[in-house]
């Protein structure tokens, strides 16, 4: 059996055989993670309608990708008070969304109640929106500012009304890449510590991937071999998030951004390898809308949602400052020969 039987026969993959996969002829590598996602989602393709909010940009770490923390590249910095954050919750609520996603940076000047009680406050007065909160980064960095552990941490989350966890935070697992793009911040290790807890709770996450920046594919592959192995354990990862790089404002200075070759190539490999991970997300704001409707045919399912404001990815030059119409996203699956499906955050079809 050659590795385009086996994989089309369901079987899963090695190291090896992933990292052959970039080798592979294009448009066959693209049909082949086409024919799988079609297996599990058909032609749907999952947006839904959420908010980002980033209520402060102050950060205890220095991430060389970073655009967004208030350091010297960024001198503007922000704290949002809770009644900013409730208006804008308030905001969306009449218009909508059914999700807000809180990422914050690491502010040590705020206290623990300020990352933790804006979630109680959110939830008592919208119960029905579900609060996607807190990187596994931003829990290692209460658990070391505050002196609590990993699990205190996480039982505070639920306890004040997260319903699951974003996949930020992830990088890149290889721990050479990663001291030299993040030295400092939440180990491999620990994240994936921190989700597997997570999972044992009962409670779902995502996974991300920052790639285009001095990772090798080797690295790629391993990031996504890390995951598989813990999400054999626990079934707790609902969707794998490759971020492509951008390229602005930050330290690591990289010249040539990635190809959209590499990118959808990246894309339909991530969807073969992690044949246990049911949702692959195109994220438009780091890949730009129109590659994300392309790589619809590269094993992609899900395109995120509206989003309407962004503030991580668009500091270092992603064009999503202001998010996209909810008419035209849809309008855009519908041209590209998908069928748009709005979904909750848990992934059950509305
Ligand atoms: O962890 C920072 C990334 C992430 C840059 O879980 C950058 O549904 C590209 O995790 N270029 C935050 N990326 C965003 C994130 C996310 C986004 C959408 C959905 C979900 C989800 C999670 O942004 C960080 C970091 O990896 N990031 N700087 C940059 N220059």
């Known amino acids: 059996m050659n590795l385009r039987e086996k994989i089309l026969a369901g079987h899963r993959v090695s190291f090896d055989e992933a990292l052959a996969l970039y080798d592979m002829d294009f448009f066959e590598l693209g049909e082949l993670a086409d024919a799988i996602r079609k297996k599990k ?114 039982d505070l989350m639920i306890e004040n009304g997260v319903d699951s966890m974003p996949g930020g935070g992830a990088e890149i697992f290889d721990e050479e890449i990663r001291d030299y793009i993040c030295k400092g911040k939440v180990t491999s290790q620990q994240w994936l510590e921190i989700h597997q807890k997570w999972h044992e709770r009962g409670k779902k996450s995502n996974v991300t991937m920052l790639f285009g920046h001095v990772e090798s594919r080797a690295n790629r592959i391993d990031h996504m071999m890390r995951i598989r192995e813990l999400q054999d354990i626990t079934h707790g990862f609902n969707c794998f998030i490759p971020l492509v790089y951008q390229t602005e404002n930050n330290y690591l200075n990289i010249k040539e951004p990635i190809t959209a070759n590499e990118i959808l190539k990246t894309m339909a490999i991530s969807r073969i390898v992690l044949d246990n991970v049911p949702n692959l997300k195109a994220y438009w704001v780091t890949s730009t809308v129109n590659l994300a409707l392309v790589a619809q045919e590269f094993g992609a399912n899900d395109l995120d949602g509206t989003i309407e404001k962004e503030s991580i990815n668009s500091a270092a030059g992603a064009k999503s400052a202001n998010g996209v119409k909810l008419e035209d996203f849809t309008a855009l699956i519908k041209n590209s020969g998908f069928i748009p499906v709005e979904r909750d955050s848990l992934y059950n079809e509305i």
């Open 41 to 154: 989602h058909g032609k749907k393709t999952y947006y839904n309608i959420n908010r980002h909010i980033n209520p402060t940009n102050v950060c205890a770490d220095i991430c060389k990708f970073c655009a967004y923390s208030a350091t010297r590249k960024n001198p503007n910095q922000y704290t949002m008070t809770h009644e900013q954050i409730m208006e804008i919750v308030k905001d969306i609520n009449t218009r909508g969304a059914k999700e807000v996603h809180i990422v914050s940076a690491h502010n040590p000047n705020t206290g623990l109640e300020w990352y933790l009680d804006i979630f109680k406050k959110i939830k008592t007065a919208y119960p029905h929106l579900h609060i996607k909160a807190l990187t596994a980064a931003e829990v290692d960095f209460l658990s070391r500012e505050y002196g609590k552990s990993y699990d205190e941490i996480l």
